[in-house]
């Protein structure tokens, strides 16, 4: 059984910055690529972010490109998500996901992903 558990959210000036960390366990975790999605109310859940089994390649949304940065240290079965430059915009709930094939490039898409944490809440005050 997986189990993805995120942490680091909480509440923010706009431009300021915060680290989400997801912890998992039931899986070879590198073995398989990992994605942060986000939701806002009131919205469809979205891609932000996504990095392969190894680390070697990430993926943005044009949204968060250049602002925030995805990684992972396989050690400890982790994946982060650095955020910075931080907008309102960017108020959702934050989820992380595993790819459901190993070795399996991360996609944009849920449907790629057969694995989800609880979600953490990130608010950014202007």
């Known amino acids: 059984q997986v189990q993805l558990v995120e942490s680091g959210g909480g509440l923010v000036q706009a431009g300021g910055s915060l680290r989400l960390s997801c912890a998992a366990s039931?899986?070879?975790?590198?073995?398989?690529?990992m994605g942060w999605f986000r939701q806002a109310p009131g919205k469809e859940r979205e891609f932000v972010a996504g990095i392969s089994w190894s680390g070697g390649r990430t993926y943005y949304a044009d949204s968060v490109k250049g602002r925030f940065t995805i990684s992972r240290d396989n050690a400890k079965n982790t994946v982060y998500l650095q955020m910075n430059g931080l907008k309102p915009e960017d108020t959702a709930v934050y989820y992380c996901a595993t790819v459901s094939k190993i070795y399996y490039s991360p996609r944009t898409k849920e449907d790629g992903y057969d694995a989800w944490g609880q979600g953490t809440q990130v608010t950014v005050s202007s």
């Open positions: 039931g899986r070879t975790f590198s073995m398989y690529s």
